[in-house]
């Protein structure tokens, strides 16, 4: 049911446009816009990482914006249904940035206010990037919501997470990085 629920969100939101987009930006200083995903980002399942999410900054959302929601989704992962990596709202929207390894929650490193969701792995918080072995190059979209709400209607747990930042979203803005093991098919 999550996968179809997945599946239907992220078809809407790619067929929906953001409301300024063009002045909505996401950055990192540990990720630039189509680049490698660094070792230290990686699961350490398997793909030998330290599972520390990069740094994240953004500017220019919209007026009216009550929260923000960032989220690292692999479009590329089960047959093409996608594989949610992280899942982080009720952001307040004083806030314009996340610190290095914001997406581990023991760390407490982002607003003491913001929900860590779960992942489609079943624990909160940031859950790097491991594609499977023999699988091509995955791209690793990470993207920040611009919420027309203070706190979104759902638990940390809620497979409807998605669906609420599709219909709370003013605009968003994204930064992809790619990812392939060494060996793979596409891997430089």
């Known amino acids: 049911m999550r996968k179809l629920l997945v599946g239907t969100v992220l078809a809407a939101a790619l067929a929906t446009p953001s409301a300024h987009a063009q002045d909505f930006r996401l950055t990192s200083p540990d990720l630039a816009e189509g680049g490698r995903i660094k070792a230290e980002q990686l699961n350490g399942a398997g793909c030998n990482g330290a599972n520390v999410s990069p740094a994240l900054e953004w500017s220019g959302a919209p007026s009216g914006t009550k929260s923000f929601a960032v ?57 790097g990037p491991c594609p499977p ?26 497979p409807a997470i998605p669906l609420h930042l599709h219909f709370h979203s003013l605009a968003q803005a994204t930064l992809t990085g790619l990812y392939s093991r060494p060996g793979n098919a596409r891997t430089p």
């Open 133 to 158: 072995k023999g699988d091509d190059e995955h791209r690793y979209v990470f993207k920040v919501y611009a919420l027309d709400t203070d706190k979104l209607p759902a638990p940390a747990g809620s």
């Open 71 to 127: 989220t690292l989704f692999d479009p590329d992962a089960e047959v093409g249904r996608g594989w949610w990596h992280w899942i982080i709202y009720d952001i307040p929207a004083s806030v314009t940035a996340l610190p290095r390894n914001a997406g581990d929650p023991e760390q407490r490193l982002a607003p003491a206010s913001s929900v860590q969701a779960d992942t489609d792995a079943g624990t909160p918080g940031y859950g």
